[in-house]
C-alpha cells in the first residue's frame, strides 16, 4: 500500500534477477531520453569528454569516465552520445549498458544490433544462434575499417576490457571508447 501511495498509484513492478540488474540497466539507459535542456552543470565536464573524443589522434582511443554510484556519469555521456557534433565525426556508434553480471556473447550481441540499428541495416537473423567466435569476426568484420564510437555504460567489471577489446579493432581511423563505471 505504501508504493502504491507514494507512487500515486501508479503501477510499478520490478523483476528481481537476485541483484535489480533489469532496475539499473533501464535506468542508466532512460539517460539517453533527457533533452540538453534539462542539464545543469556539466558544461566543463561535457567540454572535456568532447575534447578527448573529437581528437584528432588516429589510433582507438579508450575515455574512462569514473566515480562513485549516482554521481552523474551516465547522464553527460548520454548526452554526448546524442550529440550531432560528435556523432558526425563517426560512421557507426552503440550504446551498450552492462549488468554486473554480464554475458560476453550477449554484450556482443547488443553491440551488434546497435550497430545494425543506427546504420538502418537489417539485423542479422541468425544472431542469437552464433558462437563467441562468430560474435567477435561480426564485429571485427563490420568494425575493421569503420570510425565508431562505443559506449560501454554501467561497467563494475575491469576485466571487461580485456574481454571486449578483441571485437573493437584498433585502427587507423579515429575510433573512440566510452566507459562509465558502475
Known sequence: MKRY???QGASVSHVDDGGGTKWVNHISESSLFFSENSLVGIDAAKGKLI???LSPEPQRIVVSVVGMG???KTTPSANIFKSQTVRKHFASYAWVTISKSYVIEDVFR??????YKEAQTQIPGE???LTYRELVEKLV???HSKRYFVVLDDVWNTGLWREISIALPDGISG????ITNG
Open 141 to 143: 568484420e563490420y568494425l
Open 5 to 7: 501511495q507514494t507512487y
Open 51 to 53: 575534447g578527448w573524443l
Open 175 to 178: 575510433s573512440r571508447v566510452l
Open 110 to 115: 547488443t553491440m551488434i544490433k546497435e550497430f
Open 70 to 72: 549516482g554521481s552523474g
Open 127 to 129: 544472431l542469437y544462434s
